[in-house]
C-alpha cells in the first residue's frame, strides 16, 4: 500500500514539474489540481458520452471513411504525464467545436499497430485529418489527408486555433 501511495505522489510531483513545462505559473496549479482527476477519470469509465470518445484502431479507419467534417485524433498514452495534462484542454475544445470539427482519441498501447501505421514517434501526438480529394491519378484507397501532426501538449485555445487554421482557413496560430 505505502509503494502505491509513493507512486501516485511521484505521479503527481513530474504531472507537477511537466505542467509547467507548458504553461504559466498561476495556470500551473490548477493544471495540478485537474491532473488528479484526470488520472481517475481516464481510470473509471463513467459512462458519460465524451465529446472526444476513445477509439480502437478499427473505430479510427471507420471514422475515416465519413467525412461530412474533420478529425482530430489524440494519439496519447495513460503513463504520459503530458497526455493526462491535456485530456481535459482537449475534451473542452472537442465540447466547443461540436457540430464543425470530429474529435477521437487513440491509446497508443492498446493499438500498437494503428500508432505505427500513423507515425506515432512522440505522445500526445495531435493529427488534424481531413477528406482526400486527389485527381484521377490519385491513389483509390487514400480516404484522407494529414493536415498537421503536432508533438506536445496543447491548451484548449490552441487546439481550436490550430483547427481554424487547418480546417477553415484561418490565421496560422502562434503557440503559446
Known amino acids: 500500500m505505502m509503494k502505491t501511495a509513493s507512486s501516485v505522489s511521484l505521479c503527481l510531483a513530474l504531472l507537477t514539474m511537466q505542467a509547467t513545462a507548458f504553461t504559466s505559473p498561476s495556470y500551473s496549479m490548477a493544471v495540478q489540481h485537474q491532473a488528479s482527476k484526470t488520472i481517475l477519470r481516464m481510470a473509471e469509465d463513467d459512462g458519460e458520452e465524451k465529446a472526444?470518445?476513445?477509439?480502437?484502431?478499427?473505430?479510427?479507419?471507420?471514422?475515416?471513411?465519413?467525412?461530412d467534417q474533420p478529425l482530430v485524433v489524440?494519439?496519447?498514452a495513460t503513463w504520459c504525464g503530458p497526455c493526462l495534462l491535456m485530456a481535459p484542454e482537449f475534451e473542452s475544445a472537442a465540447q466547443e467545436l461540436k457540430g464543425k470539427v470530429r474529435f477521437a482519441k487513440l491509446d497508443t498501447d492498446?493499438?500498437?499497430?494503428?500508432?505505427?501505421?500513423?507515425?506515432?514517434?512522440?505522445?500526445?501526438?495531435?493529427?488534424?485529418?481531413?477528406?482526400?480529394?486527389?485527381?484521377?491519378?490519385a491513389n483509390p484507397e487514400a480516404r484522407a489527408v494529414l493536415k498537421g501532426k503536432i508533438e506536445g501538449a496543447l491548451r484548449k485555445d490552441n487546439i481550436k486555433e490550430l483547427c481554424e487554421f487547418y480546417f477553415f482557413d484561418g490565421p496560422q496560430p502562434k503557440l503559446t
Not at 506515432?120 to 482526400?132: A, Y
Request: aromatic share 8%; charged share 25%; net charge negative.
Open 74 to 76: 489524440d494519439a496519447y
Open 52 to 67: 472526444a470518445p476513445l477509439v480502437s484502431g478499427e473505430q479510427l479507419e471507420m471514422l475515416m471513411t465519413e467525412w
Open 110 to 137: 492498446k493499438d500498437e499497430q494503428m500508432a505505427s501505421q500513423l507515425n506515432i514517434m512522440g505522445l500526445p501526438t495531435l493529427l488534424f485529418l481531413d477528406k482526400f480529394e486527389g485527381d484521377e491519378n
